[in-house]
């Protein structure tokens, strides 16, 4: 199982040529066995990045969301009232950003692999990453 933060789900998206070679072969296996999960808390991201003008998308998010969500081997997964209390539990030091703490407890409750390229995510020893 491998989990795509935000920012890795976008580029698998549009440009995935942006995820290094070794990390989108992995997430190429993770898509053809079905076992690509995102969050839905990535979708609250990226339609206020949207919203905001700070992330423009190739159509409105509605169409776009229906899109992605169609998108082979990915299942987005529903905010779990346990990911969002293990998100304020997660061994310190870790950054605040409450988004990336969802996704760090998602990934941590299913032991799978997180892609992302947050340096700090990277960087948190509590949870496996790629990049």
Same mark, same amino acid.
């Given at each position: 199982?491998?989990?795509?933060?935000?920012?890795?789900?976008?580029?698998?998206?549009?440009?995935?040529?942006?995820?290094?070679?070794?990390?989108?072969? !992995?997430?190429?296996? +993770?898509?053809?066995?079905? &076992? !690509? !999960?995102? /969050?839905?808390?990535?979708?609250?991201? *990226?339609?206020?990045?949207?919203?905001?003008? &700070?992330?423009?998308?190739?159509?409105?998010?509605?169409?776009?969301?229906?899109?992605?969500?169609?998108?082979? +081997?990915?299942? @987005?997964?529903?905010? /779990?009232?346990?990911?969002? @209390?293990?998100?304020?539990?997660?061994?310190?030091?870790?950054? &605040?950003?409450?988004?990336?703490? @969802? @996704?760090?407890?998602?990934?941590? %409750?299913? +032991?799978?692999?997180?892609?992302? /390229?947050?340096? &700090? *995510? %990277?960087?948190? %020893?509590?949870? %496996?990453?790629?990049?």
């Amino acid at each position: 199982m491998i989990v795509l933060d935000t920012q890795a789900w976008l580029w698998w998206l549009h440009a995935p040529e942006k995820i290094p070679a070794r990390t989108r072969k !992995l997430v190429q296996q +993770g898509e053809a066995a079905t &076992k !690509l !999960l995102v /969050s839905s808390i990535s979708v609250w991201e *990226i339609a206020t990045k949207n919203r905001l003008g &700070k992330l423009s998308l190739p159509m409105d998010m509605r169409n776009w969301f229906a899109a992605a969500r169609a998108y082979p +081997g990915i299942a @987005i997964e529903p905010l /779990s009232a346990d990911d969002a @209390i293990a998100s304020t539990e997660l061994p310190e030091p870790f950054h &605040k950003d409450p988004a990336d703490r @969802i @996704i760090v407890a998602m990934a941590r %409750r299913y +032991g799978a692999l997180l892609v992302t /390229s947050d340096e &700090k *995510i %990277r960087a948190y %020893r509590h949870v %496996r990453t790629s990049w």
